[in-house]
C-alpha cells in the first residue's frame, strides 16, 4: 500500500515507518520536526531509498499535505501527529485544542480533497486511553464501551477527533464514497526497535519508563514519583505498557482487515497493569542501577489506573501483545539508551 505516516519523526510514527518499509509498503513521513527527529527519517531513507520520502510540514498547511497525498498517490493515512503530554496540556490547553483539532482538521481537508476529490481510502488515527479518564468501578480492565469521560484537555483533544472522524467517515458513506476509519485508543506505549536503529528521544521527556533510564543512566539526579496515596495496592498509579512493535502491529492488522466503509475502535494494551512502583523496580533489574526517587504531590489530570481489555481486538484483529514481560519492554529501551546517550543528538 502508499501510506501517509503523519507524526512520522516522532517515537512511535518512526516505529511505524520502519516497520511499513520492511513490509515492502511506500512511505511518506510527515511531520513539521517540533517534537521529533530527522536522523531517524535520514536512517530510513538511506536504507529505503527507493520506498520513502520525508516532508517537513505542519499538518494543518492543507495545500503541502494535498499536494504530498497526490504527488506519491497515498491511500492509506496513519495519524500520529499530535502534542501528547497530559501535564503541557493542563497548563495550555488552547495549544493542545490548536494542534490536535486545528491542525488536524487541516489534514482531514486534505485527505478529503485528494485524488480529485474522491479523498483517502483508510485512516487510522492513534487515540488514547487518556479519552477514558478515570473509568467507572467495574470498568478495569477498559473494555471500548467503556464512558470516555478525559481528565485532560489531551484526552478532550483526542476524544474530540475521535468524534469528528466519525461525522466525516458518515459523510462518506453518505456521498457513497466509503472509508475504512479505525480509531487505536492505545494505552502506555514503551520500549525500542529491537534491532536497536530507532529509538525514543522526547524532549522535554516525561514519560515514566524513559525517565527512570534516564536516571539510572546518571543523566538526571533523580526523579519523581507523582503521587503515592492513590487506592491502588502500593499507592502508585497502574497503567499498561504496550511494545511499540506490538502497537504498530495492531496498525497493520487495521490497515489489513478493515474494510472501506467500516468504523472501528479498539484499545491496544497487554491486558495487564503495573504501578509506577513496579515499573521502577524492572528499571533498577535490568539497568543493574539503584537510583534517587523522590516521592511528590499527584499530578493534575493523572487517572488512578488504566488498563486493557484487549477481548475485542483479540476477536476482531486477532491481536495479541506478544512482548509482555515488563522486564523485556524496559530492556529493549535500556539498550537503545545506553548507545544513545543524549538520544538521537540532533537538536
Ligand atoms: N507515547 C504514548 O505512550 C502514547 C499513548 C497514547 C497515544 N499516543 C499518541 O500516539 C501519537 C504519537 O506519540 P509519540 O509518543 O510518538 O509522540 P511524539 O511527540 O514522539 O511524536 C509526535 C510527532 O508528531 C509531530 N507533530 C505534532 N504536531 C504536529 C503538527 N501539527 N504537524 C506536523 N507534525 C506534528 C511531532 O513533531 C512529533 O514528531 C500521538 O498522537 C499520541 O497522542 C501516544
Known amino acids: ?91 495550555d490547553p488552547l495549544w493542545y485544542y490548536r494542534n490536535n483539532i486545528v491542525s488536524g482538521i487541516g489534514l482531514l481537508d486534505a485527505c478529503d480533497a485528494a485524488h480529485d476529490g474522491k479523498g483517502i481510502s483508510r485512516f487510522i488515527f492513534s487515540s488514547s486511553c487518556a479519552t477514558y479518564g478515570d473509568p467507572p468501578e467495574g470498568m478495569i480492565p477498559v473494555p471500548e464501551h467503556c464512558p470516555q469521560s478525559p481528565t485532560s484537555p489531551y484526552g478532550s483533544t483526542k476524544l ?15 456521498e457513497d464514497n466509503p472509508i475504512a476509519l479505525t480509531m487505536l485508543r492505545y494505552f502506555n506505549v514503551a520500549g525500542s526497535d529491537r534491532t536497536g536503529v530507532l529509538g525514543e528521544d522526547h524532549a522535554p521527556e516525561t514519560h515514566l519508563i524513559p525517565v527512570a533510564l534516564n536516571t539510572a543512566l546518571g543523566k538526571r539526579e533523580s526523579m519523581s514519583i507523582f503521587g503515592t496515596d492513590y487506592p491502588t495496592p502500593d499507592g502508585t498509579n497502574i497503567r499498561d505498557y504496550v511494545h511499540v512493535e506490538d502497537l504498530i502491529d495492531a496498525h497493520v492488522r487495521a490497515m489489513d482487515r478493515i474494510e472501506i466503509g467500516q468504523v472501528e475502535a479498539f484499545n491496544v494494551g497487554i491486558g495487564k497493569g503495573y504501578s509506577v512502583r513496579e515499573i521502577l523496580d524492572s528499571v533498577r533489574r535490568v539497568s543493574g542501577v539503584d537510583f534517587p526517587v523522590h516521592e511528590s504531590e499527584r499530578r493534575a489530570g493523572d487517572a488512578i489506573a488504566l488498563y486493557n481489555d484487549p477481548t475485542r481486538i483479540k476477536s476482531a484483529l486477532g491481536w495479541d501483545a506478544k512482548i509482555t514481560d515488563i522486564d523485556e519492554v524496559v530492556g529493549s529501551a535500556w539498550s537503545w539508551f545506553q548507545k544513545h546517550p543524549n538520544g538521537y543528538g540532533d537538536k
Open 160 to 174: 474530540h477527533f475521535e468524534h469528528i472522524l466519525k461525522e466525516y467517515a458518515t459523510q462518506r458513506q453518505r
Open 1 to 91: 500500500m502508499r501510506i501517509l505516516v503523519t507524526g512520522g519523526a516522532g517515537y512511535i510514527g518512526s516505529h511505524a515507518c520502519q516497520r511499513l518499509l520492511r513490509d515492502g509498503h511506500h512511505v511518506v513521513a510527515i511531520d513539521n520536526l517540533h517534537r521529533g527527529h530527522i536522523t531517524p527519517m535520514n536512517l530510513l531513507a538511506a536504507e529505503y531509498p527507493d520506498q520513502f520520502a520525508f516532508i517537513e510540514s505542519d499538518l494543518g498547511e492543507t495545500p503541502t499535505v494535498l499536494e504530498t497525498i497526490n504527488k506519491h498517490n497515498l491511500d492509506t493515512v496513519m495519524h500520529f501527529g499530535a502534542l501528547a503530554y497530559v501535564g503541557e496540556s493542563v497548563d
